[in-house]
């Protein structure tokens, strides 16, 4: 590149770009014609779904995290693109024509797809020519805009209809935490409650900004008062603390509630462990080494919210009464002759895997979420102590059902580690590295190995010098 000019390495730039589109254009037609091969059910009991919209082929369910392994993504990564795909080809022809060319971003046509996904194909062609006119000169930004405005006009009674249905859909949700311990509250709520809300966050930001000087902006105030909500019964003694009384109308207004007197009364008589449960209970899984607790900047890792300084943690638990259970050795594993798996088993089995061991799952799911396996299926007349942290394995609903009923099959390689198998062939281990594919030499040493028994493989492990059989280390 040192010796292009100018001109040659704009051309060259140019050129790249063309290079990557059509690179994606190539992985999506791979991805369509995986579903073509994969468009027929093998038996009565083989699901078949419609990932893309409607007049789009339906795909075997189970085919679908086959694709995802050779990929190396998420499940959900990989159905998307499949019904992005189909529904370009299927549904949005123009639109794709101008994709397959390299003229347009192949995430600008996967968007109008999902957008138009719900409109009806007898219509969706509306949205095909306006965005296939579009897509290759215009901003992403306005296209998009004019496939909004299609889906609208190509189905106004649907469109009025979803309007509707979200309406009454209402909620509130917890962001993802960011790298500096900050997480959005999105809430849905209506506008009345809305503006109850938004008026006491003010009010208390206005007795935060009295108390702690001028040196908090006026939305620092707002997000340290909306931390107050959670806090009934603080919440309560501030605002009586800076309360003043109308002495021109010592009666209470028209609008207070008839229950008022008596709750007052109800509180006052409350002790003060008693104001504390009003606050509501909480679990909260913090993983923290002995060597972070004495560092100024140690890390320490909350479940299903990410890494926090350790200073931090006073902002999660603070101003509550804590509990803490003691740490479990994960060197203790408990047997039981039973199917279901103890709480303490299933303490024991999370801490081990770290999170869902499906290949190339996100490790940041919560333990609610997932359903504890036996890796070595339960035997009702089988041994004793068949169910325990030997052989269980966190694995999410859907997960679990493609390997009961999917042909994809696993087998324990250690405390933490799992050797999966899919319908095809292809093997990946997941451990605490995450999710690596095997090639065939690999494969057999792992499939070679009594079950339970620690391979470790020197191609993949970057610290060991040669392939040994060894119980895992614990820590």
Same mark, same amino acid.
């Given at each position: 590149?040192?010796?292009?000019?100018?001109?040659?390495?704009?051309?060259?730039?140019?050129?790249?770009?063309?290079?990557?589109?059509?690179?994606?254009?190539?992985?999506?037609?791979?991805?369509?014609?995986?579903?073509?091969?994969?468009?027929?059910?093998?038996?009565?009991?083989?699901?078949?779904?419609?990932?893309?919209?409607?007049?789009?082929?339906?795909?075997?369910?189970?085919?679908?995290?086959?694709?995802?392994?050779?990929?190396?993504?998420?499940?959900?990564?990989?159905?998307?693109?499949?019904?992005?795909?189909?529904?370009?080809?299927?549904?949005?022809?123009?639109?794709?024509?101008?994709?397959?060319?390299?003229?347009?971003?192949?995430?600008?046509?996967?968007?109008?797809?999902?957008?138009?996904?719900?409109?009806?194909?007898?219509?969706?062609?509306?949205?095909?020519?306006?965005?296939?006119?579009?897509?290759?000169?215009?901003?992403?930004?306005?296209?998009?805009?004019?496939?909004?405005?299609?889906?609208?006009?190509?189905?106004?009674?649907?469109?009025?209809?979803?309007?509707?249905?979200?309406?009454?859909?209402?909620?509130?949700?917890?962001?993802?935490?960011?790298?500096?311990?900050?997480?959005?509250?999105?809430?849905?709520?209506?506008?009345?409650?809305?503006?109850?809300?938004?008026?006491?966050?003010?009010?208390?930001?206005?007795?935060?900004?009295?108390?702690?000087?001028?040196?908090?902006?006026?939305?620092?105030?707002?997000?340290?008062?909306?931390?107050?909500?959670?806090?009934?019964?603080?919440?309560?003694?501030?605002?009586?603390?800076?309360?003043?009384?109308?002495? $021109?109308?010592?009666?209470?207004?028209?609008?207070?509630?008839?229950?008022?007197?008596?709750?007052?009364?109800?509180?006052?008589?409350?002790?003060?462990?008693?104001?504390?449960?009003?606050?509501?209970?909480? $679990?909260?899984?913090?993983?923290?080494?002995?060597?972070?607790?004495?560092?100024?900047?140690?890390?320490?890792?909350?479940?299903?919210?990410?890494?926090?300084?350790?200073?931090?943690?006073?902002?999660?638990?603070?101003?509550?009464?804590?509990?803490?259970?003691?740490?479990?050795?994960?060197?203790?594993?408990?047997?039981?002759? $039973?199917?279901?798996?103890?709480?303490?088993?299933?303490?024991?089995?999370?801490?081990?895997?770290?999170?869902?061991?499906?290949?190339?799952?996100?490790?940041?799911?919560?333990?609610?979420?997932?359903?504890?396996?036996?890796?070595?299926?339960?035997?009702?007349?089988?041994?004793?102590?068949?169910?325990?942290?030997?052989?269980?394995?966190?694995?999410?609903?859907?997960?679990?059902?493609?390997?009961?009923?999917?042909?994809?099959?696993?087998?324990?390689?250690?405390?933490?580690?799992?050797?999966? $198998?899919?319908?095809?062939?292809?093997?990946?281990?997941?451990?605490?590295?995450?999710?690596?594919?095997?090639?065939?030499?690999?494969?057999?040493?792992?499939?070679?190995?009594?079950?339970?028994?620690?391979?470790?493989?020197?191609?993949?492990?970057?610290?060991?010098?040669?392939?040994?059989?060894?119980?895992?280390?614990?820590?």
């Amino acid at each position: 590149m040192d010796e292009l000019s100018s001109v040659a390495l704009l051309a060259a730039a140019s050129e790249a770009v063309r290079v990557r589109r059509l690179a994606e254009v190539a992985e999506m037609e791979l991805a369509s014609q995986w579903a073509v091969l994969h468009g027929h059910p093998t038996d009565d009991r083989d699901p078949m779904v419609r990932c893309g919209g409607d007049g789009t082929p339906k795909v075997r369910e189970y085919a679908l995290p086959e694709l995802a392994i050779a990929r190396g993504t998420h499940v959900a990564t990989t159905r998307a693109l499949v019904a992005d795909t189909l529904d370009l080809q299927h549904r949005l022809p123009r639109t794709w024509a101008v994709v397959a060319a390299g003229e347009c971003e192949p995430w600008v046509a996967r968007k109008a797809a999902v957008l138009s996904r719900e409109v009806p194909e007898q219509t969706v062609g509306l949205v095909d020519a306006a965005v296939s006119r579009a897509i290759a000169g215009h901003a992403p930004s306005t296209v998009l805009e004019i496939a909004r405005a299609k889906v609208i006009e190509a189905d106004p009674e649907a469109y009025a209809l979803r309007r509707e249905t979200e309406r009454h859909r209402r909620y509130v949700a917890l962001g993802k935490i960011d790298e500096l311990g900050f997480r959005h509250v999105i809430a849905r709520v209506s506008a009345g409650d809305a503006a109850w809300v938004d008026a006491m966050v003010d009010r208390v930001a206005d007795i935060l900004g009295a108390e702690l000087g001028h040196d908090h902006n006026r939305d620092e105030l707002r997000a340290e008062a909306f931390g107050w909500l959670a806090r009934p019964a603080d919440l309560l003694k501030l605002l009586l603390d800076h309360h003043q009384p109308d002495h $021109q109308d010592p009666e209470p207004p028209a609008w207070a509630p008839s229950h008022l007197l008596r709750t007052a009364e109800r509180l006052a008589a409350m002790s003060t462990r008693q104001l504390a449960s009003l606050r509501g209970r909480g $679990q909260v899984f913090v993983h923290v080494t002995t060597s972070a607790l004495s560092l100024q900047a140690g890390l320490a890792r909350v479940e299903g919210m990410g890494p926090a300084l350790v200073q931090a943690l006073r902002e999660i638990v603070g101003h509550a009464d804590v509990r803490l259970t003691p740490v479990l050795d994960t060197r203790i594993r408990p047997r039981v002759d $039973q199917y279901e798996h103890p709480e303490s088993s299933k303490d024991i089995a999370w801490l081990l895997s770290g999170g869902d061991v499906f290949p190339f799952s996100p490790r940041s799911s919560t333990r609610d979420r997932v359903d504890f396996d036996h890796v070595v299926a339960y035997r009702h007349h089988g041994p004793a102590g068949q169910t325990g942290p030997h052989n269980s394995s966190p694995l999410r609903r859907t997960h679990h059902r493609w390997k009961t009923h999917g042909g994809y099959r696993y087998r324990g390689c250690g405390p933490g580690r799992v050797l999966w $198998q899919t319908p095809y062939g292809a093997c990946v281990l997941v451990d605490d590295r995450g999710s690596r594919r095997l090639d065939q030499d690999e494969a057999a040493i792992m499939l070679s190995a009594p079950p339970g028994v620690d391979v470790y493989l020197s191609r993949l492990a970057l610290d060991y010098e040669q392939a040994v059989t060894a119980p895992v280390a614990t820590s």
